[in-house]
């Protein structure tokens, strides 16, 4: 057995360390399993992997080099996107004051083009305009010259307080909320007015904020909207409150099949009771909670917590046939991000993506099932298009191991192991051909990756190379647009890799307001 320790990104700040908000400390006793696969259940989309970029400055071979290291292909971008007129550069305040603009289409144009990824860019809902609607698309196409994969109405309809009014005339006392009737031929009317001025538009009708949005919401969405909007979306954020004194254990808890998995299956059920055309259902933002100062959970988001609950989650949607999975956030200022954008310091959760699910293929999901008297264990299996196969492991107790028995998963032949958990932090271990355990422990809060043939190429070991973000065509969702007969819908018309020369200091990028909700 060879044991290969991965090394972190070089750009990516110090390597992911164990948290000591993690239950590491508590006696372990452990209990027994058998490892059953089901049959084919799904084939991904390829923007599964997608994650909320905020900022100005994208146009960095820093940011760049580290969404590299990650799964993640779908970017939505935009933090203010309801206060943003994009055409006039303005992101106005509660008083109806021009500020610095939120965003930069440019830089992201340039960014994205980098990666080559897909795109999520949002018109501004707030304002109930569609004439700013329509030109906040005019100007992102035809003047910046780039074309999102999909374009998004608003953020979080529930929260608005501003609502038909025009950005000038904001103040901090309004209290304009729109109810589920008037939001519904609302994204009539801006989805008209954007597909006025691209036919091929692909619309995501909805950001909503709560996990199991208003389903009068959907409903009418559904029932005034359905030619117009191809996928609404949801944000689930499972363990947002915690109690006076919270524990890891009662953080995990929050996340079970009873919330983020559980609101995707009533949420497709209520949109498909309303219009009958099974639309896709996406999680367009998600994680364990705010994080932010002052919130009772925030060690436990910014720790290692999140990475069980996370990858638990994956393993959860990815069987579910979820369409797109969407972490927030990646690159900023907040406990809640991925990457502190000052500092270039990465948390746990970063890791979980760059150095496991980094390397799950995607291909075909199949049904993993644990047999195990211990419950909190979560599995997937996925295939890619050659001879190899990836099996995501979760155990989301804090005080209990699981041994797995494999019943020959490996097969005899090579394979990899990739962990992470509280206690050690992420290794992989490289197997030669033969020498494949026929068990697996599963430590508490631990998360493990098993790899098998073809799958194994590029794991540290293997004497393979591994492309940093390896990608099959895209296009199975929101169909018959999936190209619209224009630029690859991955980059938009974008430039090539950044050169080395270009990397700016990661200061300087202007993160987003404090969310309020």
Not at 261 to 272: E, T, V
Not at 365 to 389: C, F, K, R
Request: charged share 15%; proline share 8%.
């Amino acid at each position: 057995m060879v044991t290969v320790a991965l090394l972190p990104n070089p750009g990516a700040g110090a390597p992911a360390t164990p948290s000591a908000t993690a239950s590491s400390s508590a006696p372990v006793s452990t209990l027994s399993g058998t490892l059953q696969i089901g049959p084919l259940v799904a084939h991904p989309y390829d923007g599964f992997w997608s994650v909320v970029l905020t900022g100005t400055r994208l146009a960095n071979s820093t940011l760049a080099a580290e969404l590299n290291q990650t799964p993640f292909v779908l970017l939505r971008y935009g933090g203010e996107i309801d206060a943003t007129n994009a055409s006039n550069g303005c992101t106005y305040s509660d008083s109806g004051v021009c500020g610095r603009e939120d965003v930069n289409y440019t830089e992201f144009k340039i960014l994205c083009g980098w990666i080559h990824c897909l795109s999520v860019l949002g018109v501004p809902g707030e304002p109930d305009n569609p004439g700013l609607a329509a030109d906040t698309v005019r100007y992102v196409e035809q003047t910046v010259g780039y074309t999102p994969t999909f374009w998004s109405i608003g953020n979080e309809p529930e929260s608005w307080t501003h609502w038909g009014i025009p950005f000038t005339s904001w103040r901090p006392t309004d209290h304009s909320t729109p109810d589920a009737a008037e939001y519904g031929l609302e994204v009539e009317r801006l989805s008209k007015a954007m597909l006025s001025v691209d036919p091929h538009a692909r619309i995501i009708g909805d950001q909503d904020a709560q996990e199991a949005p208003t389903l009068g919401f959907l409903k009418d969405i559904a029932l005034d909207a359905n030619d117009e909007v191809g996928a609404v979306a949801f944000h689930s954020y499972p363990g947002r409150y915690g109690s006076a004194h919270p524990t890891v254990a009662q953080f995990l808890s929050k996340f079970n099949v009873t919330r983020t998995n559980y609101y995707l299956s009533i949420d497709r059920a209520a949109y498909d009771l309303a219009c009958t055309c099974a639309k896709p259902v996406m999680v367009g933002e998600f994680s364990g909670g705010f994080g932010q100062t002052g919130d009772r959970l925030a060690p436990f988001v910014s720790g290692y917590p999140e990475v069980p609950m996370t990858a638990a989650v994956a393993a959860q949607l990815l069987t579910a046939n979820a369409s797109v999975f969407t972490y927030f956030a990646f690159w900023g200022g907040q406990p809640y991000d991925l990457v502190d954008q000052y500092t270039g310091a990465t948390d746990p959760t970063y890791a979980l993506y760059a150095r496991i699910l980094h390397y799950l293929p995607m291909g075909g999901t199949h049904v993993a099932t644990v047999v195990t008297s211990l419950p909190g264990v979560y599995a997937v299996q996925e295939n890619d298009n050659a001879s190899g196969a990836g099996l995501l492991l979760v155990n989301t107790n804090t005080t209990t191991a699981l041994n797995l028995s494999l019943s020959g998963w490996f097969g005899g032949g090579a394979g990899a192991v990739l962990s992470d958990s509280p206690v050690r932090g992420v290794h992989s271990h490289y197997f030669v051909s033969g020498t494949a355990p026929a068990t697996i422990r599963l430590p508490p809060e631990g998360v493990k990756l098993l790899l098998r043939g073809a799958a194994t190429d590029g794991v540290p070991g293997s004497g393979t190379s591994h492309s940093p973000r390896s990608v099959r065509p895209g296009g199975s969702i929101l169909e018959p647009n999936s190209t619209n007969g224009r630029e690859s819908p991955r980059d938009g018309g974008a430039g090539a890799a950044p050169p080395t020369t270009l990397a700016a200091p990661a200061l300087g990028l202007r993160p987003s307001r404090p969310r309020v909700r």
